[in-house]
């Protein structure tokens, strides 16, 4: 796989989107306990919305949907992922990761946002909409609600995870990648290993995300990777106690095939009478696999604000 930046494909994904390209630019910012939150600025204009990925993920996974919406936004690392910190309690849970988003839009923000959080991103917007609804004008939630384990995945990708945690080269990650079906075309799986990613000082590959070294550790031990039933049960509860504190306007979009089934969408309802919920023909990554369709729910949403 040839070198090149984190920015280096965004051109073809424009050109492939038929979109302008904005001015893209990563931005970091120091937290109160020493650690980092990083993100990307889309547009040099104050961001009208903010995007938070899902566990395993980054900010760009955005990328395509970001081109297509063509407004100033926000995508931000989560920490433990991308090019923000690792938390060394390991505690990637919404109520924790909250206060750095919130830190984050007190920075760089002039205005309360529209969230759009996907999946674990999709449960710390709650949290974030819930302890501080100054930030937030409106609440899009992507193919999640509170009692689904936004860690868990299927089976397939916690054992891709759960393989070594360093490689000689990226290329090596990008034939396990396709070996295991992910990552879809060889283009497509070369951009998602370089951005996930990064060379350490001693030249091997390692994951940017922390989730994969806990996954590794935990298959080691023979231990499970996924959310035990008990712990599960307390972050549904206190999940489903967020989503009761939010004010602001609420959407669940979820695939038709992802991790969000129609009785899910229900209980949602029924918790969160006010809220509106759409049903799209995608999987889990719905801003991967329908971007354009994504960005024009968004745009809706921005445009009644």
């Not at 299927?154 to 490689?167: E, I, K, N, S, V």
């Not at 992802?258 to 809220?275: H, I, K, M, N, W």
């Amino acid at each position: 796989m040839p070198e090149t930046d984190e920015f280096s494909f965004l051109p073809a994904q424009a050109a492939g989107a038929g979109t302008a390209l904005p001015t893209v630019a990563r931005v970091e910012l120091t937290l109160s306990d020493g650690r980092t939150l990083s993100g990307l600025r889309w547009g040099e204009a104050p961001p009208r919305a903010t995007f938070l990925h899902g566990a395993g993920l980054n900010a760009h996974t955005w990328d395509t949907t970001l081109l297509h919406l063509g407004v100033p936004a926000l995508a931000l690392d989560l920490a433990g992922h991308g090019d923000s910190s690792w938390r060394e309690d390991a505690a990637y849970v919404a109520r924790v990761l909250a206060p750095d988003i919130a830190a984050a839009l007190d920075a760089w923000t002039d205005r309360p946002q529209v969230v759009v959080g996907h999946s674990l991103g999709g449960l710390t917007a709650a949290a974030l909409a819930a302890s501080r609804p100054d930030l937030v004008a409106r609440l899009v939630i992507v193919d999640i609600t509170p009692g689904i384990d936004p860690s868990a995945g299927p089976a397939q990708l916690r054992a891709f995870f759960a393989g070594p945690t360093d490689w000689a080269s990226r290329d090596e990650l990008v034939e396990k990648a396709l070996a295991f079906g992910l990552g879809g075309a060889r283009e497509a799986a070369e951009r998602g290993v370089f951005l996930n990613t990064r060379v350490r000082p001693d030249g091997r590959v390692e994951w940017k995300h922390h989730f994969a070294h806990l996954a590794a550790a935990a298959a080691a031990s023979d231990t499970d990777t996924t959310t035990p039933d008990a712990v599960r049960a307390v972050l549904a509860s206190t999940g489903w106690d967020d989503l009761a504190g939010v004010r602001a306007a609420l959407t669940l979009i979820h695939g038709d095939h992802g991790f969000v089934t129609a009785s899910d969408a229900d209980e949602l309802v029924r918790r969160a009478p006010d809220a509106e919920v759409r049903v799209v023909p995608t999987g889990h990554n719905v801003q991967e696999e329908d971007p354009a369709g994504l960005a024009a729910s968004v745009r809706e949403m921005l445009e009644r604000e």
